[in-house]
């Protein structure tokens, strides 16, 4: 648990110092119109920088008395979370080359066989027909275009 | 009161129309089913549907977002009651009693009070904002961008001084919201700001993106690690159900007055529907001399904090339409698509666009009307959406998730944005950091940049104007009162 919330910290105290050194380069005073570019950004970083600084010297003060806190996430919870993470992300990077709908039959597929164990039948049917129907109603019906991919036009080519 | 009266029956023919019916109807059910599902609520079933809604005339539009937010507020209950999994978070408080009575076999009779309690408390929020909207916009109308700049101030003051959780880390999520806001291009001078060179940064973050991976994914995150093996009960609903949950509602009127006014009065404050409905659970407890009946399935026990939710909920439309200021992250997505459709939430939207605050007024009552006797005919058959093996459930969910954050600029950095707010959404929650702020930060950082930015150029450089007599002094001072509650409360207690 400390080691994330240190970890949280350093993130928004990286995002405060980068707001702040931005808003100087951009000018954080008067000027000519009125507050400039900087002005707000500025008081915005600053504070961040506050806050998560004392959110880590509370941090480190309960460290120093020794308490670890509860845990971030129950025993062996990283595993099922990695597991949604992981494919959904490589899911992305195939939608780069195939288009989304092509990926998401891909990755539905493989979630609901490798880590759902779902018969072979419900998982074919299920990772076809979700996708055709989301494909129907959002690029036939709505016209939203999604994602086609590199490849993706010759490979759905209705 | 009159002129109200003449207005709401102009929104209602608007509302009533065959085509508007019909895609509430279409919206409550997929509110119903988003608010049954754990990890897709209706923050994000709004934010999914956006891109859809670009498509279709404002009007419909909204009635759709908001149809959905309605069967999300009606579908939440449904699973807290049979199966003891709060869908969101202002249902929590409902699993006390709900669980327990229809664990006794009282299922049916357990809905039909929910739902009931639900409908109660949405047309007192209904009432409150028919007539209570248009004087808070008229009075509305006389703010200038110190007055708008200060409730803004009072708004997020709210979260940090009421909010529950540690103000220190409130604090710091709301300033990283606005941080995140302010990424891009900067809107009086042009210039690039936090881009670094980076072209993906110049059209800053979508806060649309930033809510589908913050609730979807972190929701779904948060879910699996619990590890779902979700058990049911069998529900059905009959009519002795109905007969007998009616009878109950009228032996418990206070449980039912008092959520339903907790809820309205939460619902004005930002974030208000979860802490509202645990007020109206704790005050009704206090109130009621079986107070050991609590908690094992009392009757007064679902229908407080049903009450307090769906009035919330509803009340909650009400800063989102008359100030521009949503209360909830559902109410800041649903103005999201307001935005898009170059309506401005506002004062100005009363006298600009009647027709359409009024049409949407109008579809509240028509919403939570339709929306009460969906769930009461069919709860058994939502409920049998939670049968269906998570594991088919929940990559369907991050595909629908990936198709919104992608659909609302056409951009494939978006989607990887929304899985790194995913992972973020999931460190927050678990560290107690807000994401309601945040995301409330993000929605309204350009306003209160450009707000506080003209206020300082008519005041030439003196921050004194935001304490400027009669109308921003007053709301500052609320607002600095309310941000220091914590460490007033804290002297106090010495």
């Known amino acids: 648990m400390l080691k994330a919330e240190i970890f949280v910290a350093f993130l928004l105290l990286a995002i405060g110092i980068i707001a702040v050194v931005d808003s100087v380069r951009l000018g954080f005073g008067w000027g000519m119109t009125g507050p400039e570019s900087g002005f707000f950004p500025f008081y915005l970083g600053i504070g961040t920088v506050i806050c998560s600084s004392l959110v880590l010297r509370k941090v480190y003060l309960l460290y120093k008395q020794g308490r670890a806190g509860k845990r971030l996430m129950p025993e062996g919870a990283l595993t099922p979370i990695l597991w949604v993470l992981i494919p959904a992300t490589v899911m992305i990077v195939i939608t780069e080359f195939v288009g989304l709908h092509i990926a998401a039959a891909l990755y539905l597929a493989f979630y609901m066989r490798a880590v759902g164990k779902i018969g072979w039948v419900t998982t074919i049917f299920v990772s076809l027909l979700v996708p055709m129907s989301l494909y129907i109603a959002f690029d036939k019906l709505f016209l939203v275009p999604l994602p086609q991919g590199l490849w993706g036009e010759r490979l759905i080519p209705f | 009161m009159a002129g109200d009266i003449q207005n709401l029956m102009m929104g209602l023919s608007i509302a009533l129309q065959p085509y508007n019916i019909t895609v509430a109807i279409i919206g409550l059910v997929l509110g119903i089913i988003v608010g049954v599902l754990p990890g897709l609520g209706g923050a994000n079933g709004v934010a999914i549907l956006i891109p859809v809604v670009v498509t279709m005339p404002a009007t419909t539009g909204v009635i759709l977002l908001s149809s959905i937010y309605w069967g999300a507020l009606y579908g939440g209950s449904i699973t807290s009651i049979l199966f003891n999994i709060p869908g969101e978070p202002w249902s929590v408080a409902t699993t006390f009693d709900g669980y327990p009575m229809a664990k006794s076999g009282k299922a049916g009779k357990a809905l039909v009070i929910a739902f009931l ?45 009421l909010g529950g959780t540690s103000p220190l880390k409130t604090v710091a999520a709301i300033l990283f919201g606005f941080i995140l806001a302010a990424v891009g291009m900067d809107i009086v001078s042009g210039q690039l700001r936090m881009t670094f060179g980076f072209v993906e940064l110049m059209g800053g973050f979508n806060f649309i993106v930033a809510v589908i991976g913050l609730f979807g994914l972190g929701e779904i995150f948060l879910t699996v690690e619990e590890g779902l093996n979700i058990e049911g009960i069998k529900a059905r609903v009959g009519l002795k159900d109905i ?159 990936a198709i919104g954050a992608y659909a609302v600029n056409n951009r494939m950095i978006d989607v990887y944005w929304m899985i790194i707010f995913g992972v973020l959404g999931y460190l927050f929650k678990k560290l107690d950091y807000p994401l309601a702020p945040m995301v409330l930060a993000l929605v309204l950082g350009d306003m209160a940049e450009q707000a506080m930015r003209q206020a300082l150029i008519m005041g030439q450089g003196s921050p004194l104007i935001f304490f400027k007599p009669p109308l921003a002094l007053p709301i500052m001072i609320a607002a600095l009162i309310i941000f220091f509650w914590p460490l007033i409360s804290a002297w106090k207690r010495k």
Not at chain 2, 128 to 144: H, R, S, V, Y
């Open chain 2, 117 to 161: 309690a639900h409908g109660v408390g949405a047309v007192v929020g209904v009432i409150m904002l028919t007539f209570f909207a248009p004087i808070i916009a008229e009075f509305a109308l006389k703010f200038g961008p110190a007055e708008i700049f200060a409730v803004m101030m009072l708004t997020f003051s709210a979260f940090v001084g």
């Open chain 2, 243 to 401: 007969r007998e949950g009616l009878a109950e509602i009228i032996r418990y009127p206070k449980a039912l007055i008092m959520g339903s006014l907790i809820g309205c009065w939460m619902g004005l404050k930002p974030g208000g529907a979860t802490p509202a409905s645990f007020m109206a659970y704790g005050f009704c407890k206090q109130s009621y001399s079986n107070k050991d009946e609590f908690g094992k399935g009392a009757p007064a026990g679902i229908i407080a904090p049903e009450a307090a939710a769906h009035g919330a909920g509803t009340s909650a439309t009400l800063p989102m339409i008359t100030l521009g200021i949503p209360g909830s992250p559902t109410m800041a997505v649903i103005m999201g698509g307001l935005m898009i459709f170059g309506l401005q939430p506002g004062p100005m939207l009363f006298k600009e666009h009647a027709d359409f605050v009024w049409g949407l007024i109008a579809s509240c009552w028509v919403g939570n009307f339709l929306g009460f006797f969906l769930v009461l005919g069919f709860a058994p058959i939502f409920a049998a959406v939670l049968r269906i093996r998570f594991a088919i459930i929940l990559p369907i969910i991050v595909y629908v998730c």
